[in-house]
Structure formats: C-alpha cells, structure tokens
C-alpha cells in the first residue's frame, strides 16, 4: 500500500508565501516523476509543477518564476515553494507521483491541502 501525505496548506494573504511537502511510503521499489496538480472550484484539475527523477522540472505558465519545485529522492519527498501568490492561486493543491511497487509504474494521488489566498 502506497500513500501520499502532503502537508503544509493554509490561509495566506497576496503577495504570501507558502511551501507544501508530500511524502510517499509504502513498498516503494522507485519513484519516477512527481508533481503538484491543483483544483479550483468549478474549474478542471490542472498541472502546477512536476519534476522527474533527474532533477528535471516542468511549470505551468501561470506559476513560472513565482513557484519552485523540488525533491529529496532518499525519502521519497516533494516540496512546491510558492511565492508572491496570488487570489487566483487559490485551489485545493494535490500531490502525485508516478512510481513502482512491482513491475510496472502506477500514479498514486494524495488527498489535497487547502490553499487559500485572501485578505
């Protein structure tokens, strides 16, 4: 059983900062890329940031040059740094990550935090 536990949402005006932490566990043999996706109410689930293995990261154009992902691959952990951000940043922020407990791969979703960006 494979589980991801993110952790590090909240309240925080515009122009705030926040980091968010996910963590996977289980019987993990490897973990291949791992991201941030993000749901605002009404609107479809959207890619934040993924980064491979390798160190490799990918934005999407509304977060680039504010958000910073990253990763410690010893323990299987994703962070999103998120600066400068904005009402429209607002959304629940999920965790996922594509990784192997046998022969193939399979994407694994963690459960949302709250990010909520207000005055």
């Known amino acids: 059983q494979v589980q991801l536990v993110e952790s590090g949402g909240g309240l925080v005006q515009p122009g705030g900062s926040l980091r968010l932490s996910c963590a996977a566990s289980?019987?993990?043999?490897?973990?291949?890329?791992m991201g941030w996706y993000r749901q605002a109410p009404e609107k479809q689930r959207e890619l934040v940031a993924d980064?491979?293995?390798?160190?490799?990261?990918n934005y999407a154009g509304s977060v680039k040059g504010r958000f910073t992902i990253s990763r410690a691959n010893a323990n299987n952990t994703v962070y999103l740094q998120m600066n400068s951000l904005k009402p429209e940043d607002t959304a629940v922020y999920y965790c996922?990550?594509?990784?192997?407990?046998?022969?193939?791969?399979?994407?694994?979703w963690g459960q949302g935090t709250q990010v909520t960006v207000s005055s």
């Open positions: 289980g019987r993990i043999i490897s973990v291949h890329t």
């Open positions: 996922n990550a594509n990784l192997r407990t046998g022969w193939l791969p399979s994407t694994y």
């Open positions: 980064i491979t293995s390798g160190g490799t990261a």
